[in-house]
């Protein structure tokens, strides 16, 4: 019994453990300037550098914190100052009876009205979630293009390796088929497996262009996300 309880005390704790554990987004994406990288993540940096979907996502963060400053900075708009400029303050000579003490060269003064001091601290509150949920955006739009990028490039892969089978096949099918083709001109082979031999060959021929295909999509698929030409990646 007791075993059990400390092993129900055990999973319980990992998994309380796995759930606390946040996702560094700076390690999701890495930044610039970070050298010995594998190349998936050289590309999946490229990709965040380079497409220009992301730039919109990014600016609405920048846009957000402007406007988070700006709220932030609005009671400065309870302050006013204003000049008065007359005969007396241009020439103070002429001001025999000391009459510019009745019009001040500069005036001061401070209102606020009391529903700013309740509304804005709101207002700050809401610009600072409008910042926070741009910054979500962001790190949202990380995730999915990591995945896009690596998901392309593995497919990509595959494709290679696929159209490296078929290219190992064609030349199989066509020393097979010379081999063939030359017993049937001497008459050692049949018609009918000369036939079956030559339609082989075209298949085999097909599928290597199938694969060939499929291998420059996937890589102006990935090309399209890192805005690149995959040979140009260091």
Do not use: C
Not at 217 to 222: W, Y
């Amino acid at each position: 019994m007791l075993r059990i309880i400390i092993s129900l005390f055990i999973i319980a704790f990992t998994s309380l453990n796995a759930i606390s554990q946040s996702i560094d987004y700076n390690k999701v994406i890495l930044p610039e300037g970070i050298s010995d990288i594998s190349f998936e993540e050289k590309l999946v940096q490229l990709a965040w550098q380079n497409h220009p979907a992301n730039e919109e996502v990014k600016k609405s963060v920048d846009l957000a914190k402007y406007d988070l400053q700006i709220s932030k900075r609005y009671w400065l708009e309870g302050f006013r100052m204003t000049g008065n400029l007359n005969e007396f303050n241009i020439d103070p000579a002429r001001d025999i009876t000391n009459r510019s003490q009745f019009f001040p060269r500069y005036n001061f003064s401070l209102a606020l009205p009391l529903g700013q001091l309740f509304t804005n601290p709101v207002e700050n509150k809401q610009s600072q979630l409008r910042v926070e949920m741009a910054e979500s955006k962001v790190n949202a739009l990380k995730l999915e293009l990591r995945r896009e990028v690596l998901s392309a490039y593995n497919d990509y892969l595959m494709f290679q390796e696929i159209f490296k089978i078929h290219s190992i096949a064609l030349e199989d099918a066509e020393m097979n088929h010379s081999i063939v083709e030359e017993s049937f001109k001497q008459g050692e082979e049949s018609f009918d497996k000369y036939n079956t031999s030559n339609t082989n060959l075209s298949q085999k021929k097909i599928s290597k262009i199938q694969a060939s295909t499929d291998l420059q999509n996937s890589k102006l698929q990935l090309e399209s996300l890192i805005g690149i030409p995959l040979e140009d990646v260091q």
